[in-house]
């Protein structure tokens, strides 16, 4: 906005308090947390990603920066939405062998790589700029450290695929059927528990394409639609990644989605614990 002050004392302070209330101070970064350790504090290396805001500690990062980067900086979650899924990230060519990282979900080809590789590892696998010990992250890629799995890698260009490629294949219907039950008796659960009525919020379907909810993932695991529990984790985040896409932080919704998010990405690394 633009205010051109009229003169005078008066005018001044009035042109002043427009501009107050104009502030959305509440959106401040003294009340953003860290998306990966949940927490705040340490706001001197609390970074915003330039195009969601949402905050992360640098020493949360992966990889860790050294300092607040003094160019535009984006978290990992808008890199992936923005790139292209079979893009080399060193050559930037399409198609292709590629292997995805199983951490910063950025793909290389296998020729690209250095030293180079012949053909695709089995389980996960990191790249050389994602360090072997860095923390776990909860920004709803599937990011965490995985376990060996028992497929071959095959190098495919899709990232969806890529996905499945790299992590374990195992799958527990019994515990994953009892973190569900455990979430919908949350205290924050109950603006997930079932689809949101496109009656009462027609708008919502126009912004959000893959909506999701407790209900609807309680069905697919009677099913049994599910083949990993890596499934269901992103069929969960999914719920609430749409949630803050669609609320703000401080409402009362954005605040259970925030709540639950950081509720679920515990239980389910405690019930699901990744080894080495």
């Not at 529990?229 to 669609?246: A, P, R, S, W």
Request: proline share 5%; net charge positive; charged share 25%.
């Amino acid at each position: 906005c633009i205010f051109v002050f009229n003169g005078g004392s008066s005018g001044i302070n009035a042109e002043y308090g427009q501009l107050q209330s104009c502030i959305a101070w509440d959106k401040s970064i003294m009340k953003v947390y860290c998306q990966v350790c949940c927490k705040g504090g340490a706001d001197h290396l609390l970074l915003l990603c330039d195009s969601c805001d949402r905050g992360f500690h640098t020493y949360c990062c992966t990889p860790p920066l050294d300092k607040i980067p003094v160019e535009d900086w984006y978290c990992l979650r808008c890199v992936a939405d923005s790139t292209p899924e079979d893009m080399c990230h060193i050559c930037s060519a399409k198609g292709g062998k590629q292997l995805g990282c199983s951490k910063c979900l950025r793909n290389f080809h296998l020729t690209c790589l250095n030293p180079p590789l012949y053909k695709s590892p089995r389980g996960d696998w990191q790249c050389p700029k994602c360090p072997k010990n860095s923390a776990k992250r909860s920004d709803g890629q599937g990011s965490e450290k995985g376990g060996k799995g028992t497929g071959k890698g095959r190098g495919r260009s899709k990232r969806t695929e890529d996905s499945r490629q790299r992590r374990p294949s195992s799958y527990n219907h019994e515990l994953c059927t009892n973190l569900l039950d455990e979430l919908k008796t949350h205290h924050c659960a109950w603006p997930f528990l079932s689809p949101v009525d496109k009656a009462q919020f027609p708008e919502y379907y126009k912004y959000i394409k893959h909506p999701m909810d407790f209900e609807t993932i309680s069905k697919k695991l009677e099913t049994f639609k599910y083949v990993t529990n890596d499934d269901l984790y992103k069929d969960i985040k999914l719920i609430f990644n749409n949630c803050h896409k669609f609320n703000e932080d401080e409402s009362e919704v954005g605040q259970a989605g925030l709540t639950m998010s950081c509720y679920f990405d515990k239980r389910f690394t405690e019930i699901f614990p990744r080894t080495k």
